[in-house]
């Protein structure tokens, strides 16, 4: 697989405790946005997605939230393990499905 | 995972060749994409199609094209390579408008 060398915001949790990894949003049109995993060497992975009409969704171990007043979005992973290690990526979109903007990214790092 | 492979995996060409990236799903998903991923730029949409022959510009679709003549295969080519299309390309596809995106495994491109 492919991975790039990113100089990203990095996270580092102790196994076990809970992550809340955040993002920033650009546009207010916006309305849908998902959570992608990335680990090295590896293609994006989707891991949960929510529409603009709710503040709230809920997968298997993770939560994202969204705050459209201030633009944010967080993803939380909760008892986080060290599989979870990997770079996350938010994304956004807006008018048209098909279109998706996506930010930099933060690395996770998951201490043993 | 879903079945979507790149070709090639990796690849190094001089300043002015054309190269021409393939991108090949087994799911019989209707949407695919081209993204580049850079250092600092997260993943960057090249250009998308919505059915056979039917294709759209991204965000940064200066210096490529796209064909795609049947549901599994989509291609990527950059006519004139230069030094600033060297980066990895990810392709994805998907069987409906909202969720997942399916990522290939990634092509590292290098141009000297």
């Known amino acids: 697989g492919e991975s790039v060398g990113l100089h990203l915001p990095t996270l580092s949790v102790q196994e076990g405790d809970n992550s809340i990894i955040n993002c920033a949003y650009s546009?207010?049109?916006?309305?849908?946005f998902i959570w992608y995993k990335q680990e090295s060497g590896k293609g994006p992975q989707f891991i949960i997605d929510?529409?603009?009409?709710?503040d709230k969704r809920q997968g298997q171990r993770v939560t994202v939230l969204l705050n459209k007043t201030v633009k944010h979005l967080s993803l939380q992973i909760a008892a986080t393990q060290p599989g979870d290690s990997a770079v996350y990526f938010c994304?956004?979109?807006?008018?048209?499905?098909?279109?998706?903007?996506f930010g930099s990214g933060t690395k996770l790092n998951v201490k043993p | 995972d879903a079945g979507i492979t790149q070709s090639p995996r990796h690849k190094v060409t001089e300043t002015g060749t054309p190269v021409t990236l393939r991108c090949h799903q087994t799911?019989?998903?209707?949407?695919m994409y081209w993204y580049r991923q850079d250092p600092g730029h997260g993943l960057r949409l090249i250009h998308y199609?919505?059915?056979?022959?039917?294709?759209d510009k991204g965000e940064v679709s200066d210096g490529y094209s796209v064909s795609r003549s049947k549901t599994e295969d989509f291609l990527l080519t950059l006519e004139s390579a230069t030094s600033s299309q060297t980066s990895v390309y990810f392709c994805?596809?998907?069987?409906?408008?909202?969720?997942?995106?399916?990522f290939g495994p990634g092509t590292r491109l290098t141009v000297t």
């Open positions: 994805a596809s998907r069987d409906r408008v909202e969720g997942e995106q399916y």
């Open positions: 546009n207010s049109a916006s309305d849908y």
């Open positions: 929510i529409r603009s009409n709710m």
């Open positions: 994304a956004e979109n807006m008018d048209n499905f098909n279109k998706f903007y």
């Open positions: 799911e019989n998903h209707r949407y």
């Open positions: 199609s919505y059915g056979v022959k039917d294709t």
